[in-house]
Each structure stands twice: as structure tokens, then as C-alpha cells.
């Protein structure tokens, strides 16, 4: 289930309006400016998402995930590498929190900066759509790359679904940064994935094509 360029632009569309709208949450949050940019958006294979977080040694990765039912069913995820979770929640707190403090911190900030970013994701798509859907109470997770993006380990939670397979995600690359790292050319790389049911996805390119043709 392809995406042509206009059905692509569409989405990024959506996309960037729910970063606007997490940046703006997030910056509240923490009493500084928090800039969000989304580089690249692809739909993708398993084997390409995997590939595209290029997750080395097999590590383990943390991410939250948001289960989301209704007249779209799948699963958001927004995932770090393990080794800069810590660094988030440094950025995001700052660096004069011991790292014991950061450690202790790190999934209750992680899942509070999930269901920032993964509801203001979701909520675009309702901004334009006729769709409705639930979200279900977000989840910190630790799990290896082929894991986290194996789309069958998550079909439990996604019972409205008709079929799920691994044959497609939207997968969305994200960088995170300060006002303060921005004057020092750093950022951090984040990644959300969207995984569908393919009902969800029939669904979902049914909304696109109402919404391109009232334009």
C-alpha cells in the first residue's frame, strides 16, 4: 500500500502540525524552548525501519508506546537509543542534575515526554479526518531494535484489527533540541513509528484521498 507524493506531502503535513503542537507542550513543560523538526518520513518494510534506526551491537533501545483504538488501530512508538535516553532527559532538565537524579528520572520523563509527543502525533491526524480513535495508557518499554518494530508483538494490544503484519510502518525521524543546543549545532536524534493494521491503512488512504480532493 503505496503513497504517492501528494499523499505523502499530505501527511507531513499533519506531522508537522502535531510537532508544533508537542514543541509547544514540551517547552511549556520544561520552562525552556524546546525545538522539534521531522527530517524524514518514509513507509516503510520492518527491515527498512530497522535498518533506518541503524541500532548497532544489538543494544537495547527505550521507547514509549501509545496503543490507539478505534476507527484507526495500531501502535505509535517513540524510540531512543539507550545510551541517549539519558541524554534527553538531560537536555530536557538540565545539566546540572546529577547523573544518579537523571537515572532515577529517566522513565517517568521519557513516558511524560511520550505522551507529549505520541498524543500531539495522534491528534493531528483528527485535526482534518474523520476519524476517531482512544489512546490507551502509555508504556515505557526496553527491547532490542527487531523487537520494538516487530509489529505481531503488539496485535494483543490492537484486538479490532482484522490482520496485522510486519509489511508496513510510517516511520518518522525526529530531531530534539533546545534553543541552546540550536546555537550549538546539536541535536538529537529521535524516531516515531506508526504501525497499522492493514485495515487501519485502507482507512487511513481513504482519508487522505477525501481530504487532497477538497482542496
Do not use: W
Not at 499523499?7 to 520552562?31: H, T, W, Y
Not at 521531522?38 to 527498512?48: E, I, M, Y
Not at 533506518?52 to 508506546?65: F, H, I, P, T, W
Amino acid at each position: 500500500m503505496e503513497l504517492d507524493e501528494l499523499e505523502q506531502d499530505a501527511l507531513k503535513e499533519f506531522f508537522n502540525m502535531g510537532l508544533g503542537m508537542a514543541a509547544d507542550s514540551l517547552s511549556r513543560m520544561v520552562k525552556k524552548e524546546i525545538l522539534l523538526s521531522l527530517p524524514q518520513l518514509a513507509v516503510v518494510d520492518h527491515r527498512d525501519a530497522v535498518a533506518l534506526v541503524d541500532n548497532k551491537g544489538n543494544e537495547q533501545l527505550v521507547a514509549v508506546r501509545q496503543i490507539f483504538l478505534g476507527d484507526l488501530c495500531g501502535t505509535a512508538l517513540l524510540i531512543f537509543p539507550g545510551g541517549k535516553s539519558l541524554e534527553l532527559v538531560r537536555t530536557l532538565l538540565g545539566d546540572d542534575v546529577p547523573l544518579e537524579t537523571l537515572t532515577e528520572l529517566e522513565q517517568d520523563t521519557l513516558l511524560d515526554v511520550g505522551n507529549v509527543i505520541l498524543n500531539a502525533f495522534l491528534s493531528s491526524f483528527t485535526q482534518m479526518m474523520t476519524i476517531e480513535f482512544e489512546f490507551e495508557a502509555a508504556e515505557f518499554l526496553k527491547a532490542d531494535c527487531n523487537s520494538l518494530l516487530d509489529i505481531s508483538a503488539h496485535k494483543l494490544s490492537c484486538p479490532k484489527a482484522d490482520k496485522i503484519d510486519n509489511s508496513q510502518a510510517f516511520f518518522l525521524m525526529m530531531d530534539f533540541k533546545t534553543a541552546e543546543d540550536e546555537l550549538k549545532h546539536n541535536s538529537l536524534r529521535g524516531y516515531v513509528v506508526l504501525l497499522f493494521s492493514e485495515q487501519a491503512m485502507i482507512k487511513l488512504k481513504q482519508e487522505i484521498a477525501r481530504i487532497i480532493s477538497g482542496l
